[in-house]
């Protein structure tokens, strides 16, 4: 699987227009808005594990494994990473 790439160089992240619910009327209806956010800010993702990569010099391989990691510890336990934030900073701050 590769690492999305971002076209070119954005001048910022695609606006989210509020935080996500702390506590939503179900737990499917956070947990499919989480997947959304991740979803539109897979590059945001892609691109810190690919500065990561490179600071630590990894290879291509462990490249892809830190991309793997970082996407399952995200998804974990229902998207808790996510649904902590509260959308005080961009998510890419985050």
């Known amino acids: 699987m ?9 001048p ?20 499919i808005d989480c997947r959304r956010l991740l979803n539109e800010h897979m590059a945001v993702v892609g691109d810190a594990v690919r500065f990561v990569a490179s600071r630590n010099r990894l290879s291509d391989d462990m490249t892809e494994e830190l991309n793997g990691r970082a996407l399952l510890h995200l998804v974990d ?3 808790a990473v996510l649904r902590q934030w509260r959308g005080e900073s961009s998510l890419q701050t985050y």
Do not use: E, F
Request: charged letters at 20%.
């Open 77 to 79: 336990h229902d998207y």
């Open 2 to 10: 590769a690492i999305p790439q971002r076209p070119g160089r954005r």
């Open 12 to 31: 910022g992240l695609t606006p989210v227009s509020a935080p996500l619910p702390r506590r939503a009327a179900s737990a499917s209806a956070a947990a």
